[in-house]
Nanobody
Framework: QAQLVESGGGLVQAGGSLRLSCAAS????????MGWFRQAPGKEREFVAA????????IYKDSVKGRFTISRDNAKNTAYLQMNSLTPEDTAVYYC?????????????????WGQGTQVTVSS
């Protein structure tokens, strides 16, 4: 089974930036679509961004377009989420997920493996 470990969360002021990392173990990283999801207290876990195995294609939740960038380094088995212009509405636990040997998906059910999450808190 794939193992995913997120890092890079923390407390930032509104307008600031964070870069989240997702380190993956397993032999199929380069053929796995990767996604980022987030969950705020009392809310459903929601899609944020996804990237294809090659890194050529990406998709984003509308509210983060232009602010967040998903990327990956297949040589390091790591996916990233660069978050700029953060607002308090971005406060949530952010989860990395993988979809082995498959294309991108915006659906939570499309991902087989999940990390433990990393807390992102944006203050005013």
């Amino acid at each position: 089974q794939a193992q995913l470990v997120e890092s890079g969360g923390g407390l930032v002021q509104a307008g600031g930036s964070l870069r989240l990392s997702c380190a993956a173990s397993g032999r199929t990283f380069s053929t796995s679509a990767m996604g980022w999801f987030r969950q705020a207290p009392g809310k459903e876990r929601e899609f944020v961004a996804a990237i294809s195995g090659s890194g050529r294609s990406t998709i984003y939740k509308d509210s983060v377009k232009g602010r967040f960038t998903i990327s990956r380094d297949n040589a390091k088995n790591t996916a990233y989420l660069q978050m700029n212009s953060l607002t308090p509405e971005d406060t949530a636990v952010y989860y990395c997920a993988s979809r082995p040997n498959a294309i991108m998906s915006m659906a939570r059910s499309g991902y087989d493996y999940w990390g433990q999450g990393t807390q992102v808190t944006v203050s005013s």
